[in-house]
C-alpha cells in the first residue's frame, strides 16, 4: 500500500474516535493533545514533506482524502490537519536552511500561518525585525513555530513577506470564543520586534507565482505548484467531509425515528427519502469536482505545465462551491432532523455551527470568488489585491 493510501487507511480508522471527543475540544477550544498525538502517528502531518528530510514527499489527492476522513469526525480537527500538513508544505518552499533547522528533530512542524500583511517588517543587515498582530491563528495551542506575513519596503514599494518563527517569539491573545470552530484554538499572535534571518523569510510573490527557493532545491512537481489553488482547493476537504459526516447520521438518524404525533417513521416517508437521495446527489458531485480539480493541478505541474489566472481562479471557483454545497447540505438535513437536533450534545448542531463557521472563510467567499472567476473568463484582469 502506498504511503498516501496508508494514511487514508489510518485516520479512516481513527476517525470515530476524534468524532467522540469533539465536544470535549469545543469546551477546551483546543484539541485534546492526544488527538494532535494521533494525527501525527497516523503519518498526516509529514505527507507533504521532502523525502530527504524524512517526509512522505505525497501529492494532494491524498492528503484531501485523509482530511475529508477526519473532518467527517470533527470539523475542528480537519480543519487543523489540512493547517499543519499544509504549512509542512509551505515550510519545504523556504530556503534549504530554515527547513533544516525546522526538521531537525523529527519531519513536520506544528506551524499556524496567517496570510493578512496585518503586520510589518524592518530590512535589517542579515533579515528583518517583524512587529505585528495577526488573528486566525488556527493550531496557534500546539504550535511550535509560527507564520505571519509582514509588510517589508522595498525600493520604494510595499512586498509582502511571508516570515517563519520560533513558537517563543510570539505572544497568544486568548480570543478565540466562538459559535463555531472552537476546538481550533484560533487566537491571535503577536510579535514585538523579533529578528527574523533571511533564510527564514520569502516574498509571498514568490508563494503565489510557485518560484519559491524550494521549488529550486525539491524535485518533486508539488514544490512548483502556486500558494493559493492548493490552499483553496486542500481547504475545502475537511468541510466537505463535515457534510458527508452529517449525511451518514441523517441516514442513520432515519431508519429509527418515529415523526411526533403521526407515528410513521421518517424512513418511509417520501419526503424524507428524497431528501436523503439529493443530498447524496450533491456531496458526490462535490466531491468529484474537487476530485478532479486536484488530479487536474497535479498532472498539470507533474507535466511540465502550470496555471494561468484562468486555471486559479478555476480552483477558486471550485473550492467555494463545494464549501457552499457541503453548508446548504447540513443546514438543510439540519433543519429536517427535528427539534432534537439542537440539543448541545448533539453531532447535528455542532457540525451546524462548525461549516456555517469554517465556509464563511474568506477564501471560500461566494460572491468574491464568482467574480473572481467571471472576470477572468471574461479575459479581464483580477483586482491587484485579490488572493489569486
Not at 324 to 331: C, D, I, K, L, Y
Amino acid at each position: 500500500m502506498r504511503y498516501g493510501e496508508e494514511v487514508v487507511r489510518r485516520v479512516r480508522e481513527l476517525a470515530p474516535v476524534w468524532d467522540q471527543r469533539a465536544r470535549a475540544a469545543e469546551e477546551a477550544r483546543r484539541l485534546p493533545d492526544e488527538t494532535i498525538a494521533d494525527l501525527a502517528g497516523a503519518g498526516l502531518f509529514q505527507m507533504l514533506v521532502p523525502e530527504r528530510f524524512g517526509g512522505g514527499q505525497q501529492g494532494f489527492g491524498d492528503m484531501v482524502a485523509a482530511c475529508r476522513e477526519i473532518g467527517a469526525g470533527d470539523a475542528s480537527t480537519g480543519w487543523l490537519s489540512v493547517i499543519y500538513t499544509l504549512h509542512n508544505w509551505m515550510i519545504a518552499l523556504l530556503p534549504e536552511e530554515a527547513q533544516r533547522e525546522v526538521w531537525a528533530d523529527h519531519p513536520y512542524a506544528l506551524a499556524p500561518c496567517t496570510l493578512a500583511p496585518t503586520g510589518t517588517a524592518e530590512a535589517v543587515d542579515g533579515g528583518h525585525r517583524v512587529t505585528g498582530r495577526w488573528s486566525w491563528g488556527s493550531g496557534v495551542m500546539h504550535a511550535d513555530h509560527v507564520m505571519v506575513m509582514g509588510l517589508v519596503t522595498v525600493d520604494e514599494s510595499i512586498e509582502p513577506r511571508l516570515f517563519l518563527l520560533p513558537r517563543e517569539d510570539a505572544e497568544v491573545h486568548d480570543v478565540w470564543h466562538t459559535s463555531g470552530m472552537r476546538g481550533t484554538g484560533s487566537n491571535d499572535i503577536e510579535i514585538k520586534d523579533r529578528f527574523v534571518p533571511a533564510h527564514r523569510s520569502v516574498p509571498l510573490a514568490d508563494l503565489t507565482e510557485g518560484r519559491s527557493p524550494g521549488a529550486e532545491i525539491h524535485d518533486g512537481a508539488i514544490y512548483r505548484i502556486p500558494l493559493v489553488p492548493v490552499f483553496a482547493l486542500t481547504g475545502a476537504a475537511p468541510v466537505l467531509g463535515v457534510a458527508e459526516g452529517v449525511l451518514a447520521r441523517y441516514a442513520e438518524r432515519m431508519q429509527g425515528r418515529v415523526m411526533a404525533y403521526t407515528g410513521v417513521r421518517q424512513r418511509d416517508l417520501m419526503s424524507g427519502q428524497i431528501r436523503l437521495a439529493k443530498a447524496t446527489a450533491d456531496l458526490d458531485a462535490a466531491r468529484l469536482l474537487l476530485e478532479d480539480a486536484i488530479r487536474h493541478l497535479m498532472e498539470t505541474y507533474e507535466s511540465g505545465g502550470r496555471y494561468g489566472m484562468a486555471e486559479r481562479a478555476r480552483s477558486r471557483l471550485v473550492a467555494a462551491h463545494v464549501a457552499g454545497v457541503a453548508r446548504t447540505v447540513v443546514n438543510e438535513l439540519c433543519a429536517f432532523g427535528g427539534a432534537s437536533v439542537q440539543f448541545t450534545d448533539s453531532p447535528f448542531q455542532r457540525a451546524q455551527r462548525d461549516v456555517n463557521t469554517i465556509a464563511s472563510h474568506v477564501v471560500f467567499d461566494a460572491d468574491a470568488t464568482y467574480a473572481l472567476y467571471g472576470r477572468t473568463a471574461l479575459g479581464m484582469e483580477p483586482d491587484a489585491m485579490t488572493l489569486i
